[in-house]
């Protein structure tokens, strides 16, 4: 169960650092990110989704925006930050 747990947890981050990667080129190719919303459509894995989402209930959080609070970290620590 913890191997799992943490297997999970590393998916997320790849994936967060994809997202992060992917920004960082919208940016340098002057596609303005900050300023507007964007609907996206992700696939993640189900089981890690509905806990994640059920801690962000329970913390009163937007799943979206903790998204987009761990882009922006993986941002800064790559020197890109706002």
């Known amino acids: 169960m913890e191997e799992n747990k943490k297997h999970n947890r590393s998916k997320l981050h790849g994936f967060l650092m994809f997202v992060g990667l992917f920004i960082f080129l919208l940016q340098s190719a002057g596609i303005q990110t900050q300023q507007t919303s964007k609907n996206i459509t992700l696939k993640v894995n189900s089981e890690l989704y509905d806990k994640y ?8 959080w937007i799943v979206s925006r903790q998204f987009e609070k761990l882009m922006e970290e993986e941002m800064k620590k790559r020197g890109r930050g706002k």
Do not use: H, Q, S
């Open 53 to 60: 989402r059920e801690i962000c209930k329970k913390e009163g």
